[in-house]
């Protein structure tokens, strides 16, 4: 198997209020990953977890802010979002940050800030 | 620095052609090539990827892409292309010196013709 969840699929949230994006998978995976996708854009990283550490942050601002509660789980919490916030937020995980590992991505949370 | 060129943004061909698309790479060691696919509102699929040992790599759906270390490309072909190929696809590189996150091009958008 190898899905990796994302909830929910749509998301419209105002810029006042807090909202979490959920990410799951059952591989075993170690590395979990967020990214953000613009229309007609390639997905840009956000973050990335290994060992349920933050690992990577790409200078995201802090109204984006990740949990990974467990090794199968990831969480991004949204709180005082823009309009230009509004993407596809993808999820993915790999076997690990060691080696050369592919990546497995969700099918996305389409996000809508107004 | 690690970079991915993919010089056409948009290509058409007619079902049942041949399929070549373009990828470039920059990368200062042994890179890590891999190609997704993202038909419209989805997450991204892996296609097929590039470790190391043979050039040739063969992936799902019928893909495969050949690594050329001396002109830094790894394209991606397909003999017969069907209707269901047409999506957009990003080709990416990854490796040690960046925690093996993934830098990807900005995408081929295929569109196939009756």
């Known amino acids: 198997d190898t899905e990796v969840t994302q909830t929910p699929k749509h998301l419209v949230m105002g810029m006042t209020n807090k909202k979490s994006l959920k990410c799951e998978q059952h591989?075993?995976?170690?590395?979990m990953y967020w990214y953000k996708q613009k229309a007609k854009k390639p997905p840009e990283l956000m973050f990335v977890?290994?060992?349920?550490?933050?690992?990577i942050n790409e200078s995201v601002p802090s109204r984006f802010s990740p949990e990974c509660p467990n090794s199968s789980l990831l969480n991004l919490h949204l709180h005082a979002l823009q309009p230009e916030d509004s993407a596809l937020y993808l999820c993915?995980?790999?076997?690990?940050?060691?080696?050369?590992?592919?990546?497995?991505f969700g099918p996305g949370t389409r996000l809508t800030v107004t | 620095a690690q970079s991915v060129t993919q010089p056409d943004i948009h290509i058409t061909v007619s079902e049942g052609a041949s399929l070549e698309l373009r990828c470039n790479y920059s990368?200062?060691?042994?890179?890590?090539l891999f190609w997704y696919v993202q038909s419209p509102g989805q997450g991204l699929q892996l296609l097929l990827k590039?470790?190391?040992?043979?050039?040739l790599v063969q992936g799902i759906k019928g893909f495969e892409a050949e690594f050329k270390r001396s002109q830094s490309s790894f394209n991606l072909r397909k003999p017969s292309v069907h209707w269901s190929d047409a999506a957009e696809y990003f080709c990416?590189?990854?490796?040690?010196?960046?925690?093996?996150?993934?830098?990807f091009g900005k995408g081929t958008s295929l569109l196939v013709t009756p």
């Open positions: 591989m075993g995976h170690r590395a």
């Open positions: 993915a995980s790999s076997r690990g940050l060691a080696g050369p590992y592919e990546q497995y």
């Open positions: 990416a590189v990854g490796g040690p010196n960046s925690g093996y996150a993934l830098n």
């Open positions: 977890y290994s060992y349920e550490k933050l690992s």
């Open positions: 590039y470790f190391s040992g043979d050039t």
């Open positions: 990368y200062g060691a042994t890179p890590y």
